[in-house]
């Protein structure tokens, strides 16, 4: 029955393999909050135009891939494609900018109807790191560096590149754009029919078109630094200079861009080859112009999004959970006895898994297929005693601990 199996493109996170999606989430956490950045937590859905007016109404985003239905008051509304314009909303609606600069993170679920690949479905999850407020190129360093510190945390900065790009100030932006329209009409006729129709309303997606003929054709188009302004050249320079001092390094790509007009200055994405085609983990850059097209006052930001499936799979296999410690209680009395016990010790901080039926074979059995570090057997004999048999499972040892000393002797196998 179609019902009961997972919609297409989205995907149970069962226990184990959520534990290496918490381990990204939580380091990714840790990092941000030691540079700054505040966690908070958007709606998953917004208002229709919010991603509209932001990821521009003809992006393959907004015609294609966008989860968008119209509620029981008559309201459209979408189901969040990527949180940067929910952030730039907030901050809008929330009176944040008297406070800048903001520096957020944020974490959680975005929904794309795209063909699901490896390590993004359509439900899938990121980390998030926005800064708004800060025009220097001091933010976009700490962007980036923020970024690496987290792959380096968890282990993975080595087997990513960094590539990174400028595309100038707007002036910059609209001198390249004019060269590269009028590079690529000459050659309309052997592009893809995708990139003919971008070529009117958003000619720089045609350079990381995956059409090899397109591909052929890009190989000579103009070269994006052939058109940038001083103040431009002056700003990525700095940034470039930014990452040299703190040791992180990169590779120039000049066809790394963003088709939207508000973003500007310095584009960026850790890429690995480990993951076949699926190459970016996380990327970004700087949208000087998202929150005055929103409809707010001019305001400067800059940040990234992770893939957490992405990530976790380059991370490999988590760390197993934590042995908790086994309570087997045989007979009626035990049973009763193991309940408040459990319960107490469990608010000690003593991770206690208390079985719910069996004889004692199928509860030690339970407590080797959990994994368990040891059992407390609790019986007649030991209730008669005030006692709990302790049975160390990885040596097979075991003694006689009085309740009353119980949880300080069980802080071993903690």
């Keep these: 029955m179609a019902g009961l199996q997972p919609v297409r493109g989205t995907h149970d996170l069962l226990p184990e393999e959520y534990r ?9 956490r840790a990092v941000a909050a030691r540079a700054g950045y505040g966690e908070m937590s958007l709606p998953i859905f917004e208002f229709t135009e919010v991603f509209q007016r932001t990821l521009g109404e003809t992006s393959d985003v907004v015609t294609k891939e966008m989860y968008t239905f119209e509620d029981r008051g008559g309201e459209r509304i979408t189901l969040r494609p990527e949180a940067t314009a929910g952030v730039a909303r907030a901050l809008i609606s929330g009176g944040l900018t008297q406070d800048l600069p903001l520096k957020v993170f944020i974490t959680g679920p975005m929904f794309r109807y795209e063909r699901p690949q490896k390590g993004r479905l359509r439900q899938f999850h ?22 690496a510190q ?13 590539e990174i790009n400028t595309l ?28 003919r129709d971008r070529l009117d309303r958003n000619p720089l997606r045609i350079l990381d078109s995956k059409n090899e003929g397109d591909r052929r054709i890009v190989e000579g188009a103009p070269q994006y630094g052939d058109h940038l302004n001083a103040e431009s050249r ?11 001092a703190l040791g992180i390094a990169y590779v120039q790509n000049q066809r790394l861009v963003r088709g939207l007009d508000y ?39 800059v940040g990234w999004a ?8 380059l991370t490999g296999a988590p760390e197993p959970a934590p042995r908790p410690i086994a309570m087997i209680p045989i007979g009626e009395a035990a049973i009763a006895a193991a309940l408040p016990l459990a319960h107490r010790l469990r608010g000690a901080g003593l991770a206690v898994d208390l079985g719910f039926r069996g004889n004692l074979q199928r509860r030690m059995k339970r407590a080797n297929k959990i994994g368990a570090r040891a059992a407390v057997l609790l019986g007649e004999d030991e209730l008669a005693a005030g006692a709990a048999t302790v049975r ?12 009353s000393a119980l949880q300080d002797y069980l802080t071993r196998f903690r």
């Excluded at 990121?126 to 970024?147: F, K, R, S, T, Y």
């Excluded at 987290?150 to 960094?162: K, N, P, Q, S, Y």
């Excluded at 690529?184 to 893809?192: P, Y």
């Excluded at 992770?306 to 799979?313: C, S, T």
């Design 263 to 301: 973003y500007c200055h310095t584009a960026f994405e850790f890429t690995t080859t480990d993951l076949g085609a699926q190459g970016a983990v996380l990327a970004g850059g700087r949208y000087d112009g998202l929150v005055s097209t929103m409809g707010g006052p001019a305001t400067p930001g």
């Design 168 to 195: 100038g100030d707007a002036e910059s932006r609209g001198a390249y754009r004019d060269a590269l329209v009028e590079y690529l009409s000459d050659h309309k006729s052997a592009l893809s029919e995708e990139s």
């Design 392 to 403: 160390d499972l990885d040596s097979g040892e075991q003694e006689q601990v009085a309740l």
């Design 20 to 28: 290496g999606h918490r381990r990204v989430v939580e380091t990714a």
């Design 234 to 244: 002056d700003f990525f320079g700095a940034v470039l200079g930014g990452l040299d």
């Design 306 to 313: 992770g893939g957490i499936e992405r990530l976790a799979m």
């Design 126 to 147: 990121q980390i998030d790191i926005e800064l708004m407020g800060v025009a220097e190129p001091l933010g976009d360093i700490e962007v980036i560096a923020v970024g």
């Design 150 to 162: 987290i792959l380096e945390a968890l282990g993975v900065l080595d087997r990513t590149t960094l």
